[in-house]
């Protein structure tokens, strides 16, 4: 079946400007969960939803970062003002449930450069 | 809090020899544990888990873990490497007793199997 899918692939922005990163998870995965890997470093968590709503956000490094998904499948990062500091490939992972340690699939992620 | 160390870089191996991936793990809990691997421009891939149970876990493509609650320590292995294999692996650790599904990433080793 399909995977997870997120658009774009690639984001080049100014720096101060908006963009919206867009995660479509795998069909019936109620937790979907958002990470952000640097150069050369490991996926750091960002926010996990379970359904529509945001159970843990305690990752995003500040408010201009902020995600959403209201109808509890496709899920938008959005970053706001936009600093260099925020290029990296922004990974978004699903799992059936969050519990029961079931493993989490992930996109193929977003790499956003900010020029 | 939680944290995963992965103390080599790189690892290089020759075709058909064994080949190990070390990882460490801190966690206040019970650890979950999870191996994926990610090729060049491509997603993570989910190799295998332990969550409870058998110390040995065996995954996709030959590979398998041990896990050493006294060492902390969860391991990959395969008995015969492929130059196929040759990508970056992360480990990754979540508290099996908190409410957090977030997982913990150490900061990846770069396999190189020789032909």
């Known amino acids: 079946g399909a995977g997870v899918s997120q658009t774009p692939s690639n984001k080049v922005t100014e720096k101060g400007k908006y963009v919206e990163l867009r995660c479509d998870p795998i069909?019936?995965?109620?937790?979907l969960y958002w990470y952000r890997q640097s150069l050369g470093q490991g996926p750091e968590f960002l926010i996990y939803f379970q359904g529509t709503g945001a159970a843990d956000d305690s990752g995003l490094p500040n408010d201009r970062f902020f995600a959403v998904r209201p109808e509890g499948s496709v899920s938008t990062l959005k970053i706001q003002r936009t600093e260099r500091g925020d290029s990296a490939v922004y990974l978004c992972?699903?799992?059936?449930?969050?519990?029961?340690?079931?493993?989490?699939?992930f996109g193929p992620g977003t790499r956003l450069t900010v020029l | 809090a939680q944290s995963v160390a992965q103390p080599e870089d790189q690892v290089n191996v020759a075709e058909g020899n064994p080949l190990t991936v070390k990882c460490t793990y801190s966690?206040?809990?019970?650890?979950?544990l999870f191996w994926y691997v990610q090729y060049p421009n491509r997603g993570l891939q989910f190799l295998l888990k332990y969550i409870t149970g058998d110390n040995l876990v065996k995954g996709s493509y030959g590979f398998e873990a041990e896990f050493n609650k006294s060492q902390t320590s969860f391991h990959l292995k395969k008995p015969s490497a492929l130059v196929s294999d040759s990508a970056l692996y992360f480990c990754a650790v979540r508290d099996g007793g908190a409410g957090s599904y977030q997982l913990t990433f150490g900061k990846g080793t770069k396999l190189s199997v020789i032909p």
């Open positions: 966690v206040s809990g019970n650890p979950y």
């Open positions: 069909s019936g995965h109620t937790a």
């Open positions: 992972a699903s799992s059936l449930t969050p519990a029961s340690g079931n493993e989490q699939f």
